[in-house]
Each structure stands twice: as C-alpha cells, then as structure tokens.
C-alpha cells in the first residue's frame, strides 16, 4: 500500500500479475483490445485492474505505459456523461442484475487509474476524469451508495435490496482516497472525495462487527440470502488484508482488531474446513446465476 504523494506506479494493492499473466506488454495490449472489442462481452473491472496491473510493472519496465494509455483510452470513449461506466455483460454471479449496470468498484478504481495516470503522462486532463469517475460515489441519490442509519456504503453490485459486499466497498474507497490525495485543497469541502472517504471510513467503522459470523469468519456480503454468504478462504484472506491497508490510510482500532481476529481464524484448519462446507453449501442453496439479459 502507498498513497498517491508517492510513487505514481504504486497502487494499494498488488496487481501486477492481472497484467503478467498476458506475457509481454505487447500481448496485455493485445488482450485488452481484445477485452474492449465487444461491450457486452467486457467486465469493467477486469480491464482497469489490467491497466492498474499494468501501471505497476511500468516502473519496472515502460513498455506496459502502452497498456496504461489503451485503458486509459477505453476509459475516456466509455463514461458517460454522469460519469458512469457501464457494464453490459449479464451477471452470472450471486446476484440478480440485469444490463447495463454500474459497480462502485469500476468508478473507485478507474478514478485510482485515472489519478495515476495523471502524473505519469503529465495530463492534468484526467485529474478531471476522476473526479467525474468518483461522482456517482459522491451522490447520495446514486445507486452506488446505500444509506445506512451509519452513514453512505458504496456498493460494488447495485441489488436491491443492497448487496453491501465487503472487498468492494474497501476497494471503492480507495478511489475516493486517491482523488481525494490529488485534490488536497478540496479537503473540508463538503460532498468532495475527502469527505466521501472519511463518511465511508466512518460507516466502515460501525457497521463492521456485522460481517462477523458466530465462529469468527468473515462475510461476504449483507444481502439476505437463503444461508449467510460466508466469505471463501480467498475472499476471507483478502478482508484481512483490506483492512490492514485501510487502517494505513484511516486508522482505527476496530479495522486492526478485526484484522487480527480474521487472521487468526483464517490460520485454524478447523474454522477453514468449516467455512468451506459452509460455502459449498451456499452454493447448492444459492447457485451462480444464469445469464440475465
């Protein structure tokens, strides 16, 4: 985890192999092109972490600077005018959505590439970008943002009832924190990123006892399935590491706390057989959705 004041390449979390698995900057190019060649056969978030991926090795290498910029590019063409990327493949997920939708996670992550971005081609024009990106998770009349008696929660999958994923919502913050990090002057502004992040990491605060289950694993998600959606081994390994990167930016005992609590539970053999019996289960109760079109 780095904040934007330092390293442009760096982002907060590591996903340079979403880039590496391609090969060479020239095949991530390649697939990238490929990924965007048919919006209904596209998923927002999975070219942006290719490009944030991307971003990362260039300070390695800045032949990936080419994968940075066709992103970018995609990026730009894709938003609409309210700031919106739309995501027009079909669910197949957990949850019911049908196109085109939106995700908290596509706008927060874009607006980290686009602030990135912004300092290593000296193009002050993507600052504004982000700043359209992060909007919709600034907007309280949004799909993207649930209220709670807690405060806004940015929603990676716009159900309804709200989903309230866990990784997604950290992730989106994210974005506001990065954009909130390259417009230092916006801070006390009402309704700006700076606010938006420090009202997300207020309602993260109080609301995170509630994904706790009764043997000390993490939830998923809030959404009222059949059987509680326990997060898989993965995912519960990745809220630990979620909330430690949280508590860099926005330090709170209950985020360090919980971390070492999910650590220690992730570590038992017992609690991670359990949680996947548990997960399979959920999935022969709730399975992967079909194509909704």
Not at 103 to 124: H, I, K, M, W, Y
Not at 181 to 196: I, L, N, V, W
Not at 278 to 286: A, D
Request: net charge positive; hydrophobic share 45%.
């Amino acid at each position: 985890m780095t904040s934007t004041s330092g390293s442009p390449y760096a982002y907060h979390f590591d996903l340079r192999e979403k880039a590496a698995a391609a090969g060479t900057p020239a095949a991530a190019l390649f697939f990238v092109r490929q990924l965007t060649s048919d919006l209904t056969q596209s998923y927002p978030v999975d070219v942006i972490q290719l490009g944030l991926g991307a971003i990362q090795l260039a300070e390695a290498d800045s032949h990936w600077l080419t994968v940075v910029s066709e992103v970018v590019a995609w990026i730009e063409r894709t938003m609409d005018g309210r700031g919106l990327i739309a995501c027009r493949l079909p669910m197949r997920h957990t949850f019911p959505l049908s196109v085109p939708w939106h995700s908290s996670l596509a706008q927060g992550e874009a607006a980290s590439l686009l602030v990135r971005s912004a300092r290593v081609f000296a193009r002050s024009d993507l600052l504004d970008l982000a700043d359209r990106a992060v909007a919709p998770l600034l907007d309280p009349e949004s799909a993207l943002v649930a209220a709670t008696a807690q405060g806004p929660v940015l929603q990676e999958y716009p159900t309804t009832p709200p989903a309230h994923v866990l990784n997604g919502w950290i992730t989106s913050l994210c974005g506001l924190y990065d954009v909130a990090q390259a417009r230092p002057a916006d801070a006390s502004t009402p309704g700006s990123a700076a606010a938006g992040f420090q009202s997300g990491v207020a309602a993260l605060a109080a609301r995170l006892h509630l994904y706790r289950t009764p043997i000390g694993w993490s939830r998923y998600d809030l959404y009222p399935h059949p059987l509680t959606n326990v997060a898989s081994p993965f995912y519960h390994r990745l809220h630990v590491g979620h909330l430690r990167m949280l508590n860099a930016l926005a330090p709170r005992e209950i985020f360090d706390r919980t971390a070492d609590d999910w650590e220690r539970a992730g570590a038992n053999p017992a609690l991670r057989s359990f949680a996947v019996a548990r997960k399979v289960l959920f999935r022969c109760v709730r399975p992967r959705w079909k194509r909704v079109r």
